[in-house]
Each structure stands twice: as structure tokens, then as C-alpha cells.
């Protein structure tokens, strides 16, 4: 039998994981970070490595600053799921990530962190696509993470903005039914954009929402077992008509 990563550009076809199989997600530990450090390296826990890093301006200094999405490296962690004609390695592995400035004598001073944007997988061939190199992205002075799904995306905008990193921005796009809908937020406009239509169509219908608040949480803050920007969003959401309305 063959081994190979279970990765989300596999076919769910092939998820005929093996009757009463019960998989146990192995406890993980998050280190502890250092305030500072010299380089990258230096805030890379021993067992973990680096998956992603980016360098640029975020707190408008003129200066490179860091990002690093982190991957610990546990073999532990990395099960054996039994399927009707191979056996499949599947990583559960955490990810998180690391927001450090540059000082003006060198090095990097720590100043945001986060594990909750990146949820440990529990079960395999969900689709879902790993944190990876693209998952940090850089744009005009702000962090954006993009996270990708069977069936969509969703990306979350932070800024240096009162001392923290800042939830400014939010989007996400998806697809049920053959109904395509996407949700745009601008925290500082406390307005959001709804758009939805079937995806064998050219028409879309789209509407404005406020939102009940303008609390912008933090990036260490942000935890998707409990936070869900769409719960800030007034009104009713946006659905396709029914195929006989249209």
C-alpha cells in the first residue's frame, strides 16, 4: 500500500475510510514566543518550522516588518487513515501566526499573535485547503489571511489601528444549492455588501446591510470557534430567488 498526504485536491471519492475506524486527534501544545528576536528564526519554536513569511510596512515606519505563519512538525500528528485500497497520512498539525515589528536598532520586536484563525482539522478529506504559502498576504499596509474551503473562501483584513491589529476588513464567498453568495464588510464604514446569484446565471442580486456594532477585534483576539463576522451584520441575509421568481 501507498502513502501519501491527504491534501484537499484529493477526490472525496476516495474518503471510503475504513468502517469503525476512530481517528484521535493527538492534544497539542502551544509554545510559548518570545517578546523579541534577532531574526525569523528566532521565534520558531523548537519542533515547528516556518510555512509561510512575508515582509513589509505595516505600522507605517518606513521599516520591514515580519509576519510568519507557523506549522509545528510532529510526526505524532500525522495519522494513518485506512481507505477501501491505501492507506493515506493525514496532518493535523496547528498552525499559527506571528506579528513582529522591526526595531530602529534591528531585529523584531513581537507585537500580535493568533491559533484560532486556523482551526486543527478533525476529519479527513473535508476538502479544505491547508494553511500555505499563500494563506498571509501583504496589501497597501495590511495583514490579510485567506483561508480556503471546499466550497469557498474567506479572507479577514487587519490594520495597525489604537495599538493592535485591527479587524478592518471581511469577506467571504460560497456556494450551496448552485447559489453563489458573497459578503463583503468594511468595519470602518460599518456598512457590509451582500451579493447572491445561481451560478449558471449572469444576474446577481445584491443589498446593503449596517452593522449592529463597530467593535473591531484584534488579531489576537479572533478565535473561529466562537467569532463569526456575520453575526455583527443588521438584518436579513441574502439568499438567490427561488428559479420560478426569477
Known sequence: ?????AFAVMSLCAAGVAAGQEL??????YPDLPPAARDAAGFVPSGWVIAARRQGDLNGDGAADLVLLLRMADPANVLAVETDDETVAFDTNPHMLVVAFAEPDGGFRRIAG???LFLRPERPFTGDVPPNEDTIRLEHGSLVVFLEYLRGWASYRFRWQDGAMRLIGYDDAGASGGCMTRTSINYLTGRARLTAGYVDQDRTRTGWRRLRHLR???LDEIDLTEFSPEEAIAGEPLWCRARDEE
Do not use: D, F
Open 216 to 218: 473591531r477585534p484584534s
Open 114 to 116: 493568533n491559533r484560532g
Open 24 to 29: 484521535a486527534i493527538p492534544p497539542a501544545r
Open 1 to 5: 500500500m501507498k502513502i501519501r498526504v
